[in-house]
């Protein structure tokens, strides 16, 4: 295992080589709705100077050249401009890979494709273009993504589990309700509230608690959207959720990029992060020493790419409940301040946090931050980036840099007054 290695350089510390970022969200929601946007330009300032960012839609100019003015990305930008959510960024590319093949050619370098999740798409997109895969086969992302999965994985390698059951969801039989009933009062006899979470559900989709008084209309919401197969566990006092990111390299080697607090909206949804992590050293171990069994159980099956494991820290106990195996929503955070890092002193403090505001152009963003968005000089700033849907929807993110909790909180107050800070899925 190594450690303090930037996330960039996980990916590739070879001057000759292209990496480029295809950060579409798509192919993780196979089912997806009008809810789930594609989020390809988090990698504009995240890039480094000499990689490639393709995008699925189009380039917000404003945005892109505030990025750039700060000694911040590439100017290494391929936009496919899609209107619409039916193709994802790897579909786009098989079906036209020329724009991005003229800039392989251009550099003269070994491209690397880098995705946000990887599907069998995502590796035919690579073989298209030539490029190596910083990926997975399909087979085994979703394996350790599917929660159900990952527990008894977990279990295998001794790491310690939150009690519950794997319940297969047959609407079609009317027995099936029934069982499902029998499983939640059992376990509300010993504790106030229980979770039911879909196994492949994500930022919050098919996640619901309940005291039992309204589980025939979770049990209906459930079937509507074909979920095969639910955990029903009970609902713990949770004081802390970290989540604990490692990176698998093509060479194998495994690296920790570190341990964070994840920000969850009624304790379940994430909705931000914060670098400052309050837990017991003894239980920061203990995740450490759980993490990298599961990362090397995931090296041995073939996997490559970035690993996200959240933990719960109870009074029962810690442990992991989810393997985000693929990029996180996080990550792009991480990589935006170990750029920012590069250009001044480390940020002391950060806290990523999703932001609903006006429909709104970038340039208007920036006169309403005013002289709290980053400069490029100043740690206690705010800089604005996932801005693809700002103009049409107000959704943006933000990342709040600083030297301390205090002016976190500050600055936090400061963007509040844009508007309303609400918590979408990521």
Known sequence: ???DKSFNDCISDNDNELVIHAADNFPQFPQRDASVASKCDRTLA????NDLVVLRGELDVDYFNWVRSLGLGSDFVVAYEADDSSLTLSELIINDPQPIIEVIQKTGRKPVYV???SSQKESEAA???GAEFFGSPESETIKYNDKASFKVICQELDIPVIEGVSFEMQAEENENYTKMKTIVDGY??????????GTLGESGMSLYKTNGDDLAEIYREISDCSEKVVLIEPFLNVSSSPNDQWIIGRNGDITHLGMRSQICKEGMIHVGTISELIISDSDSKHI???SLKIAKRMRETGYVGVIGVDYIVSDEGVYPVENNARFNGSSYSIMIVQQIEKLIQPIPVWKFIKIKTSPCSFAELENKLKSTIFDGIRKQSIFPYNCELLQR???FSVLLLAENMSQISDLEQSVKELETIEEIAI
């Open 1 to 3: 295992m190594t450690k």
């Open 46 to 49: 995240a890039a480094n100077s």
């Open 115 to 117: 995705p946000w999740f």
């Open 127 to 129: 073989k298209v273009l």
């Open 188 to 197: 509300l006899k010993r504790y106030k509230t229980v979770i039911i979470r």
């Open 288 to 290: 450490i020493e759980s």
């Open 393 to 395: 929807s107000g959704n």
